[in-house]
């Protein structure tokens, strides 16, 4: 999977460079400003701020405004995606929300509140990180109570089936813990696909797909389309067929709602450049066409345009081969004072990749197009909604990055929200080994963490090539964590090296400390808040970050680099050697790279299995007994805000932003006016 996104970690990172945030007016808004709505369960709502967006111009807001109704109309494609009847369940679950007739002050309809809040995070009834299914807390007999004191008319009804057929349909998908059980299920000693519920398969087994696809490449296509990326594939009558998502055929209804908005951004688009992507990109919406997707991204990377967005089945981390992609949005507009750092870092990509520790003939000889900036986000949708990634590196398809470059951005007001929001958690005094680690955190932790963000997205996403014949779905199920070990390898790898200081990104090599100890101590203990007593890693991130602090640690043990200290009963991991530290993130990320690079799924296999899978089942305990007393939810997501069109005379002339303060008021919104799919596809 090429999974270019970076997810925020427990504790917030913020932009810490940026100058337009320092303006007095702009920190008495914040001090005003309620950044965290609600908590339940292991999730905690937060809302933005849109920063600048009264001082845009009228046509930029309008852009906006068209993009961000785009953005929304895809949201029933995710759900679909995400699982079979996820739609259906959101359906069943809202019309007793707004119905049931019962007693709402129990503690019964209160489990039930948390559980249709769960699902509305995670669209659908898998959690967003774990892909495991979010099982109710309440019992089947209290469902049957719900529905039976709700209104019936208001029920969905699944194809050639009644209203109580349909929920006797959905009652074990939903309770039943081994029906349709898991999203995405990477045990490499099962079927990845059998295994798996993600809607992008039905009737199929891991072997009839991976020789479906393999009889399509050709080995000598030296500009190969993505294939399988915008499809369903299905038997039919022994056949295996694809059911392409696009205007007339599967997710059409809310396709043609897409580019109903996309065509009215045509008339306010920010550049010529961005006028011709977005023609071409509901030329493919309309054709499902991979080689016009291919097109579009070759226009998208090059666009520079004030205003930008992200639309389209983008990113492979559901897919359990890697080759299917999600729907999302990303609505945003430039923060033209915090972009001058990414430029600086840009602008010498060639230098990091000639002066890279990876092999010669792993190095691309002339590194082109980084186009890199920091944004502010203005609307979020499909999978970057309400859970949202800090940083973007795409297209994802290794030769455009390579011949025609990539698009890095920093989404600066969501770490602005992240950080707000956590401030005097109590974290650092806890999980900190003494006070110089909770001053280096406080004093650099949050400008390393923004410029390892940089580098990640930057240029190590973009950093390396692959081998002529070699593409990243070689490594199946593996690729996604060794994707972003490689970007993190990279960023962790350069944060330490003098040019940072030169540059002026850090000021002195103690803000690279910082990012160290920040680094390690999250990928072996403190991510693991995330994790359910018994159960294994499996985002790709978190195995990414694991892998990487738990392969450093063992293979730094002779010389004691990193060192485990258990202090009155509390674990810690303390770096006793920075620079050797930093000769271990080179030689991983020469590993890392060669994998990639000659497509080599064993040792990747190897590699993802002994490090960045299993758990320490004490270690663990002691974290989440540790985290219980800061009562900090381990994730967080956010609500948008919504914006109204100002009207005079039937012309446009300005765009109001207002901020909500309602997850459940925003959430059945959203199902009324952006819900355009029947409820099984």
Not at 463 to 468: A, F, I, P, R, T
Request: proline share 3%; charged share 25%; with cysteine.
């Amino acid at each position: 999977m090429k999974t270019k996104k970076i997810i925020i970690a427990s504790l917030a990172i913020v932009i810490a460079l940026s100058c337009s945030r320092t303006k007095k007016e702009d920190m008495e808004q914040k001090e005003s400003f309620d950044y965290v709505l609600e908590q339940f369960a292991d999730l905690r709502i937060l809302r933005y701020q849109v920063p600048d967006f009264d001082e845009l111009n009228v046509k930029q807001k309008q852009l906006l405004y068209y993009l961000g109704q785009a953005a929304l109309c895809g949201r029933d494609i995710l759900w679909d995606q995400n699982g079979k009847y996820n739609l259906a369940i959101r359906k069943t679950l809202e019309n007793i929300y707004e119905t049931y007739s019962g007693n709402r002050t129990t503690a019964e309809f209160e489990k039930f509140l948390v559980y249709l809040k769960r699902v509305w995070f995670s669209n659908g009834i898998y959690h967003h990180y774990s892909t495991d299914k979010i099982l109710p807390d309440f019992s089947r007999d209290y469902f049957t109570e719900l529905t039976s004191n709700s209104d019936n008319k208001g029920f969905p009804q699944l194809q050639k089936h009644s209203v109580l057929e349909t929920l006797d349909i959905l009652i074990p998908v939903i309770f039943d813990k081994d029906v349709l059980g898991k999203k995405v299920n990477q045990d490499p000693d099962k079927d990845l696909v059998a295994a798996s519920a993600v809607n992008f398969y039905q009737n199929v087994n891991e072997k009839e797909v991976t020789s479906y696809y393999e009889t399509m490449k050709d080995p000598d296509d030296t500009t190969p389309v993505s294939y399988g990326l915008n499809t369903r594939i299905v038997k039919d009558n022994g056949a295996l067929k694809e059911i392409t998502w696009k205007s007339g055929g599967l997710y059409g209804e809310a396709i043609d709602q897409i580019i109903f908005w996309l065509e009215k951004a045509t008339s306010v688009a920010d550049s010529p450049e961005q006028l011709a992507g977005i023609e071409k990109l509901i030329e493919y919406y309309r054709t499902g066409n991979l080689t016009t997707w291919d097109e579009y991204n070759t226009i998208w990377v090059s666009d520079t345009s004030f205003v930008d967005f992200v639309n389209g089945f983008v990113e492979t981390y559901s897919d359990p081969l890697g080759m299917k992609a999600t729907w999302e949005s990303v609505i945003n507009f430039k923060d033209l004072e915090a972009t001058k750092r990414t430029k600086i870092i840009s602008s010498n990509a060639q230098w990091f990749e000639n002066n890279s520790p990876i092999r010669d003939r792993f190095k691309k000889k002339e590194v082109k197009g980084v186009s890199a900036k920091v944004i502010i986000v203005s609307m979020l949708g499909g999978d970057c909604y309400p859970h949202t990634p800090i940083g973007i590196n795409l297209p994802n398809a290794d030769w455009i990055r390579k011949e025609h470059g990539s698009k890095s951005v920093t989404i600066q007001n969501i770490t602005d929200a992240y950080n707000e929001a956590n401030l005097g958690s109590g974290f650092l005094e806890e999980f900190c080994y003494d006070s110089v680690e909770i001053e280096l955190s406080k004093k650099y932790g949050l400008l390393s963490g923004n410029l390892h963000t940089d580098l990640h997205e930057c240029l190590g996403h973009g950093s390396g090539q692959l081998l002529e014949g070699v593409r990243s779905e070689d490594l199946k199920n593996y690729q996604s964590p060794l994707e972003e070990a490689r970007a993190d390898l990279f960023a962790l790898y350069y944060i330490m090296d003098p040019k940072m200081i030169e540059l002026g990104l850090l000021p002195n090599e103690d803000a690279a400390k910082a990012a160290y100890i920040n680094y390690i101590r999250n990928g072996i203990m403190t991510q693991l808040n995330r994790i359910k007593p018994g159960n294994e890693i499996q985002q790709a991130h978190m195995r990414n970050r694991q892998l990487i602090a738990k392969w450093c640690y063992e293979n730094g043990k002779d010389e004691n680099v990193i060192e485990k200290i258990v202090k009155d009963d509390k674990t810690y991991y303390r770096i006793n050697d920075f620079q050797k530290l930093r000769g271990l993130f080179g030689e991983l990320l020469a590993e890392v790279q060669r994998i990639k690079s000659e497509g080599d799924y064993e040792a990747g296999k190897e590699l993802v299995e002994n490090f960045a899978v299993k758990v320490d089942a004490d270690l663990h305990k002691e974290v989440l007994a540790r985290f219980e007393k800061l009562h900090i939810a381990p994730y967080s997501g956010f609500v948008n805000p919504e914006y109204e069109l100002v009207e005079k005379d039937g012309e446009i002339t300005d765009v109001k932003i207002h901020y909500v303060d309602d997850f459940a008021g925003q959430m059945l919104k959203y199902g009324k006016e952006y819900s355009f799919l029947p409820v099984v596809n």
